[in-house]
């Protein structure tokens, strides 16, 4: 069960401190790690922020030393009430830039407020005057990332980090989005158009554009979260990139089964196609955005194939 901190000694409090810098430590190091191939520079930033960490364990741990025994007692901020709960970093499978920046910055705060609180309640002047110190060195951990940043982060290395963290975007997020989009709003021209030209009915047409585009949408989902784990090939969390994908599939086909909730035939289906066009065109300009795809070959290329799957169902649902 866990204590509260007014019940803590002022052994257990030196103990809990070298603990918890231990854990930034470590953490800091395992940034490091996680980050050195995409993100270069910001490790090294985390390599020396851990070096930081480590020369305030060593200042605690000759304090404790001082005051008390060789033996430092195990506790952990998970043992003492009113430290934030977090998720391991090994168990986080896609570390962007800003959330690990934003995962330190909370960590700075938390043990900020925590060397405050320590100093205020021990009676020894020393250990009181070292714990000031400290959470003076965290209220600055801020300025001094800031001044690796300068060391490290140059404009190149920032421009590199930028791209790899595009490119990290288009392939966990722009990829699936994209896959999903283009099949959602392909694959359903020719049901629900077959459906509308054969029933000459709104209702119809919208309830099997309805069922085809949540259909594919499932389908689309289940098939990009299952594709990989995304381990090798860095495409991010599996069930992200498949919520993601069948999203936008579905999305795809609903945008122009919509215009079927019209009663009037011959208006719900000039609306159709007129979001057709729009559909066809924003998928033109992602690929020409994200995936570098000159616009007027992108738009050639999916309008081709979406003017085939239209004309399919006209002369299915025609015949």
């Excluded at 430290?83 to 959330?99: A, C, M, N, Q």
């Excluded at 000031?132 to 940043?149: F, K, Y």
């Excluded at 599939?249 to 000039?270: C, E």
């Excluded at 979406?306 to 399919?312: E, L, T």
Aim: charged residues 25%.
């Amino acid at each position: 069960m866990a204590k509260n901190f007014k019940d803590l000694s002022e052994a257990e409090i030196l103990a809990l401190a070298i603990s918890n810098e231990e854990t930034d430590g470590r953490i800091y190091a395992d940034f490091a790690a996680r980050l050195h191939d995409t993100y270069p520079a910001t490790a090294e930033i985390f390599k020396d922020m851990e070096a930081e960490e480590d020369s305030h364990r060593r200042r605690l741990i000759e304090e404790f030393r001082r005051r008390f025994a060789e033996h430092i007692p195990l506790i952990r901020r998970e043992d003492v009430k009113g430290f934030i709960s977090r998720k391991p970093v090994w168990l986080i499978r896609s570390l962007g830039i800003e959330k690990v920046r934003r995962y330190a910055e909370s960590m700075e705060i938390e043990t900020q407020r925590f060397y405050e609180r320590a100093a205020g309640k021990v009676s020894d002047a020393s250990t009181r005057e070292l714990l000031g110190d400290l959470a003076e060195a965290e209220r600055h951990h801020v300025e001094v990332a800031g001044e690796l940043q300068k060391e490290h982060l140059t404009s190149q290395a920032k421009a590199q980090e930028d791209k790899a963290n595009r490119r990290l975007f288009v392939l966990q997020i722009v990829q699936p989005g994209l896959s999903g989009l283009m099949d959602g709003s392909v694959s359903t021209l020719a049901p629900v158009f077959a459906a509308a030209f054969a029933t000459k009915s709104s209702h119809a047409a919208f309830l099997v554009g309805l069922a085809a585009s949540l259909g594919a949408g499932i389908s689309m989902g289940f098939a990009e979260a299952l594709s990989d784990d995304g381990s090798l090939t860095g495409r991010g969390k599996p069930l992200l990139r498949g919520i993601v994908c069948g999203l936008m599939t579905t999305a795809g086909g609903i945008g122009h089964s919509l215009p079927y909730l019209i009663p009037n035939f011959r208006t719900a289906t000039a609306l159709a196609v007129l979001v057709v066009a729009i559909e066809l065109l924003v998928i033109s300009w992602i690929r020409n955005r994200y995936m570098d795809t000159p616009f007027l070959r992108a738009a050639f290329q999916v309008i081709v194939g979406g003017v085939c799957v239209f004309v399919v169902g006209i002369l299915i649902g025609s015949s």
